[in-house]
């Protein structure tokens, strides 16, 4: 009897055992699954800052492809008022034509028309003489030679052999303009005026 008894004890031990075997197993998966779980976590958080991340990124990228279609767009505008602007410039500035017949020693009526400055005059080859410049306020007005701005005397350049360009810069309240020479000219000479607004 005692036998049959102390065979059930071990029994039950080895039961106990066991279960607590069984148990520890348990509490590992569970603490496995925890973990499982928390990693899961982690990972959706960090997945989800990926994707604001990535979103953040985009409208980024949009601004910036904002900002270059602005800047393409003001370039653009830029190069077109720059060509505009030298269309005009090259619009308000006047090459115009004096031209001293054989025999004469005074020019054409050139208009520079009004608001305009005489930046320059070309001289071509002549027979020597003096250059004067010639003003009135109206084409059939009476012309008068330009005095100089200190009233030293009149505007004039002496001039013989070989072509020359003077530098003017006369801003006068003038629009018709002469030119004319000391001396009669021997043949047709073309003097140039140039002007600008």
Known sequence: MSSWYDKVLESLDSLKETSQDNSKVMKSILDNLQSLITVNEISKRH?????????????????????????????NRVKRELVSGIDIYKAHRDRLALTIPSGNTVSNIVDIGAGMSILGLEIPTITTAVVYLQAATAENGTFRRILKPDGSGDWNIASSAGDKMIFIDIAAPFQFFKVETSITQDSDCAFYLVSQA
């Open 47 to 75: 997945l989800d800052y990926l994707k604001n991340l990535n979103i953040g990124l985009q409208n980024r990228l949009e601004t910036l492809n904002k900002i270059e279609d602005i800047s393409k767009l003001h370039l």
